[in-house]
Structures are given as C-alpha cells and as structure tokens.
C-alpha cells in the first residue's frame, strides 16, 4: 500500500507559527518578550508571598503594572498583556484572602461548637465535619497559589510564542472595557507592520 504524500500546504499547517507569521503580526522579539515578563512576574508575587506570609505580595504585582504603565502607548500587545497579568495577580490575591477568611471562621466556628457540644455527646457527632472543614480549607489553601502560579506561567510561555493569550473571564471583561472606549474595536492585536511587510515583499 502506497504512502501518502502530505501537500506542501498541510505540512505548513502543521509548522508552529514561524518568526515571518509573527512579525505579520506587527510583533517584535522584544514584544514578546515583555508580555511573558509581565505574566511570569506571578513567580516574583508566589515567593514574596510566601516569604512574608502573604503581607507583601502586592509588591510583585508593581511589575506587570510598571510594565503596563510603560508599555501602554507603545505596544497593544505587551499592554493588553501587562493589564491582563495585573489584574490577574490582583484577583488572585484578593480570592487567596477570602477564602483565607473563610476557613478561618469556618474551623474555629466548627471546633468551638463541636468542643462545646461535646458534654452533650452531640459534639462528637459533629466533629467528622469539623475535621473534614479542616481539611478541605487546608488543601484549598495549598492547592490554590499553586494553581495560579501555573496558569500565569502558562500565559507566560503562550505570549511568549507570540499568542494572544486570555486568561479566562479576565481577558474578555477587559477587551469588552476598550471595545466600548474605542467604539467597538475588539481586537488587542496590533496592526500589521507594514514597514516589516514591505521590507519582506522587496527581499522576496
């Protein structure tokens, strides 16, 4: 039986995106890379976080935001991206506390009415939950910074191949915030580098 030959337009297909396809997309090395800092920023937050206990991981935020604050002018991309990475981080943190919050009261409230029922042999029926509370929280506590790590390292590495990355929920709540600004322009991609394409068309 005969092997099939792929055409010359399947085998492109199946070729990453090459460096010609993203300067197409008016994306420079620097661009990228800028955007993938602005995401992996969330390792400086994970560790500042984890050193202080939580009390100064605002501090790795300021980096996607400086990013933001330089690039916002300069580059759709890197500044969509940077704007995406800080909200992102802000989010995280602010679910980290809640939920912080959360099993805080929920354990003390839980062991305070098992201990106190106790002498009414009630308590020891309650306790299972108390500890059940306990370890649910614990492991939300523990899973949920991990988590976040990885998805903003993720994004890291996406914008770093030159994608238009979203984080889920974020993304499309910011590009419907300037397609409204900007009277319904939705995409974040920059335009096309026309001085790069003409450049290209005049080698070809």
């Given at each position: 039986m005969a092997e099939r030959k792929t055409t010359p337009v399947e085998?492109?297909?199946s070729?990453?995106?090459?460096?010609?396809?993203?300067?197409q997309r008016g994306l420079t090395q620097d661009e990228m890379t800028m955007a993938a800092l602005a995401h992996a920023s969330v390792v400086l937050t994970f560790v500042i976080a984890l050193g202080s206990g939580g009390l100064g991981c605002l501090l790795?935020?300021?980096?996607?935001?400086?990013?933001?604050?330089?690039?916002?002018?300069?580059?759709?991309?890197?500044?969509f991206?940077?704007?995406?990475?800080?909200?992102?981080?802000?989010?995280?943190?602010?679910?980290?506390a809640i939920v912080l919050a959360v099993?805080?009261?929920?354990?003390?409230?839980?062991?305070?009415?098992s201990g106190v029922l106790t002498a009414i042999l009630i308590g020891l029926c309650l306790m299972p939950f108390a500890v059940l509370i306990t370890v649910v929280f614990a492991l939300l506590v523990l899973?949920?910074?991990?988590?976040?790590?990885?998805?903003?390292?993720?994004?890291?590495?996406?914008?770093?191949q030159g994608r238009d990355f979203r984080y889920w929920l974020i993304g499309e709540a910011l590009e419907?915030?300037?397609?409204?600004q900007k009277g319904g322009a939705s995409n974040w991609?920059?335009?096309?580098?026309?001085?790069?394409l003409d450049q290209m068309s005049e080698e070809r």
């Open positions: 085998e492109t297909e070729l990453p995106a090459s460096s010609e396809e993203k300067l790795g935020v300021l980096v996607p935001f400086l990013l933001w604050l330089t690039y916002k002018e300069k580059s759709a991309y890197v500044s991206q940077a704007l995406q990475a800080t909200v992102f981080q802000i989010a995280s943190i602010l679910v980290m099993s805080i009261i929920l354990i003390v409230a839980g062991w305070t009415v899973i949920l910074p991990l988590a976040q790590l990885g998805y903003g390292l993720y994004a890291a590495y996406e914008t770093y419907a915030d300037r397609s409204e991609f920059p335009a096309l580098n026309k001085v790069a």
